[in-house]
């Protein structure tokens, strides 16, 4: 696709300091200026000052001018005002004021990691040795982000403006109430929910494997018990393994591993999945507030987040 990646999102919170203190223990590389880079992806999180917790910006990667076109004039036609850059377009979605950036950029290129090896039923791969997982010694941290979850007060819209316009294609949906688009070759680059108030939810961070996901989130509890939100489990749609834990300024963060890729449309049959079931296939239930977060009522009152 003329999309391929989802370069970096610029997070708004309250409190940017105790924030930027959180994904710097959550394995980001500080740049200084509230900005971090992942190992592979380059640098793919600014932090920033807002009253309220917010996505605030998030940049599409695409290979060409001719791209840079195309995705003009499907905005265009919404009615949508395209600033032009030399090498990208700006627009913000009418809903929620989120700017979006596409910019002519190089595609993410990784190295997979050593294989493991692992002991299954009839098949001892590793006689002899304890298991790679268990004699990792470094710190986790994450090789490239993955995916953005928004709420919006107008589902429909801003997943017709990020298709119709952007480019995005549906990978699966939650009946009435949310859906996985990609930008890449990824499931998703990005969900979005029915809500009733537009807010960003969690960002998505790529590790090697399960364990990285479990040694990362153990990692973080380890500092502090109450960042736990949700996990260890696996999604459904997508497939991948997951964890997710909680910000300072109440986003979360999710560690994931295995997701599912789709290198081309045709090889991939979108499904419409009823309630919890597109969330997960195993693990703890989702907790009432990964659903449905604490601070919801505060943000459409337009009360300020901690401070």
Known sequence: MALHRLSYI????????????YYE???????????FATLEGGEQLRIVHSPSRRLVEMSIGVDDHDDLGRMTGR????????????????????????????????????SPPPVAAVNYPGAVNRPGARADGVMRDYKVQPRRLGHVVVGSVNYEATVGFFTEGIGFKISDEISGAGAFMRCSTDHHNMLVLR???????????????????????????EEDPDRHVWGLGRHHAGS?????LK????????Y????????????????????????????????????????????????????
């Open 25 to 35: 223990d959550f394995g980001l590389q500080p740049l200084g200026d509230g900005r």
């Open 10 to 21: 610029t997070m708004g919170v309250p409190n940017v300091a105790e924030t930027s203190k």
């Open 75 to 110: 905005l265009e036609k919404l009615g949508v005002l395209v600033e032009q850059g030399a090498n990208s377009i700006t627009v913000l979605e009418p809903l929620s004021n989120v700017r979006v950036v596409a910019e002519i950029t190089h595609r993410v290129t990784q």
């Open 195 to 221: 809500s009733p108030v537009n807010y960003l939810h969690h960002s998505s961070w790529q590790v090697n494997d399960i364990d990285d996901v479990g040694r990362g989130a153990y990692a973080m509890l």
């Open 247 to 254: 910000d300072p300024a109440g986003n979360f963060s999710e």
């Open 240 to 244: 991948n393994f997951f964890w997710y």
């Open 256 to 307: 994931f591993a295995d997701m599912d890729c789709i290198p081309e449309d045709e090889v991939w049959k979108p499904e419409v999945f009823e309630g919890a079931h597109g969330l997960f296939n195993w693990g703890p239930p989702p907790p009432p507030s990964f659903l449905k977060p604490e601070d919801l009522a505060s943000l459409m009152m337009g009360v300020h987040g901690p401070k």
